[in-house]
């Protein structure tokens, strides 16, 4: 770090670790603006300058524990990790591939950017850390998504060149994140930067592979070591013609690439956040790039009549050509999935609906958290301070108050009128149907 930064800059980095570290978290633009959210939370929050749905909370808070969390409406994030989806220009209709996601940081701001149009496909090698990643997808209401745990080469020979946009935050030894996280330290100890830029530069390559012409590559770490970051852009540039780097835009505290300029860096002594660096890429259009696109629509299929019944209850339009079934269990697949894709390992293949229970259709956590209370057919809203909310998110029955009547069937439950998930009304009680494995602590 003192040859990179020079001596008397260096001091001024080695200080930064006296400092606290920052927290962060990430408002849900598919549910929520900033502007409504900050008229309706109760913690104390400043922005991130250089995030327009970002901002620190103070570190004694405890936002995880806030039914706005529940209902999906932020992501807790480091302040500096936020910046690479930010970047990666992903419009609605995108086909996009988080390729090292969990535990979803970035997937749930992309997914947010799709607006659910398109397909969002999030994958980690790791399958534990896929759950993880699953959970918060889901929580954050993103229904065109499918979760993979494979090796880039297993989705390179299945997708073959498919993405329109791909985010590639790739292993590495965490140089940043050593405030943060003492034991990125240890970590950096056993495996330093030689040892992930092996691996970076694999990963890279079949990513780029993976790109259709005119599609966008954003490459981030948070080290800060050359040969993890400005040397695997240069690599990809040499090897790959068609390749192209696309200067990013700098802002206060940010800093250009070190002897390749268009790449951006972030040091916790120039910004409020830990150490990030990204490059953005662009695989330039080829003469035969205008290919027609293969229609995989799959033709409409009658679908169970107790799945027609509970469908009836929703004002959201679904398309049925896309409503998937198997072993009992019903599927919504984002408008992109592609036929070959269903040879993959997948944690989750599109929304999960629900399942088919001998003779009923049992509506599943996900659902509820793509919907809008006014989507569904018995709604029930409760304010933030109602202490039913939690008994809600603990698993427990609820009683209704007289004046909100009786209930009989499906109900949606609401906080601040975003929904939490389902309950079955039977008059005055309420049986909770939460997701057992997502039940406040």
């Given amino acids: 770090m003192r040859d990179l930064l020079g001596a008397e800059e260096f001091e001024a980095y080695v200080k930064s670790f006296e400092e606290e570290r920052l927290y962060g978290l ?10 409504e959210f900050l008229k309706i939370t109760d913690l104390s929050l400043k922005p991130i300058p250089w995030i327009r749905n970002g901002f620190y909370y103070e570190g004694e808070e405890r936002p995880a524990k806030n039914p ?7 992501y807790l994030q480091e302040p500096s990790a936020m910046t690479p989806a930010s970047l990666l220009p992903v419009m609605p209709g995108d086909k996009v591939l988080d390729l090292c996601a969990a535990p979803g940081g970035k997937s749930t701001e992309l997914g947010a950017k799709l607006k659910g149009k398109g397909m969002l496909v999030s994958n980690d090698i790791s399958n534990s850390r896929a759950k993880a990643l699953l959970k918060n997808l889901e929580l954050w209401g993103i229904e065109n998504i499918c979760v993979t745990s494979e090796e880039p080469a297993k989705l390179k020979e299945i997708f073959g060149q498919f993405f329109d946009k791909i985010l590639i935050d790739a292993p590495c030894s965490g140089e940043g994140m050593f405030r943060k996280d003492a034991d990125m330290v240890k970590s950096y100890e056993e495996h330093g930067p030689e040892y992930y830029a092996v691996i970076q530069k694999e990963i890279v390559t079949q990513a780029v592979d993976m790109l259709v012409p005119g599609g966008f590559l954003l490459y981030s770490t948070c080290t800060f070591s050359l040969c993890e970051d400005e040397d695997i852009i240069r690599g990809v540039l040499a090897e790959h013609e068609d390749m192209e780097l696309i200067s990013l835009p700098l802002f206060d505290g940010a800093s250009d690439g070190m002897g390749l300029s268009g790449c951006l860096r972030l040091f916790p002594h120039r910004i409020k956040g830990e150490g990030h660096f990204m490059a953005l890429l662009r695989k330039k259009q080829s003469l035969d790039s205008g290919e027609k696109k293969k229609d995989d629509t799959e033709k409409e299929k009658p679908l169970p009549g107790e799945l027609v019944d509970f469908l009836s209850l929703l004002s959201k339009p679904f398309d049925t050509r896309r409503i998937y079934i198997k072993d009992e269990t019903v599927y919504y697949l ?14 989750r293949t599109g929304l999960l609906l629900g399942e088919l229970k001998k003779g009923r259709f049992e509506p599943a956590q996900p659902l509820a958290m793509v919907l809008k209370p006014e989507e569904f057919g018995q709604t029930i809203c409760w304010n933030k301070e109602d202490e039913r909310v ?3 998110l603990k698993g427990e029955t609820i009683s209704l108050k007289e004046e909100e009547g009786q209930r009989k069937g ?6 601040d009128g975003f929904p939490l998930g389902f309950a079955k009304g039977s008059g005055s009680t309420l049986k909770n149907k939460y997701y057992p494995g997502w039940r406040w602590q």
Wanted: hydrophobic share 35%; proline share 8%.
């Fill in 334 to 347: 984002p408008e992109s999935f592609p036929k070959q894709g269903k040879k993959l390992r997948y944690l």
């Fill in 410 to 415: 499906w109900c949606l439950i609401c906080v």
């Fill in 390 to 392: 939690i008994r809600y």
């Fill in 68 to 74: 706005h969390y529940f209902a999906g409406l932020y």
């Fill in 26 to 35: 990430r408002v849900n633009t598919l549910k929520i603006s900033p502007e």
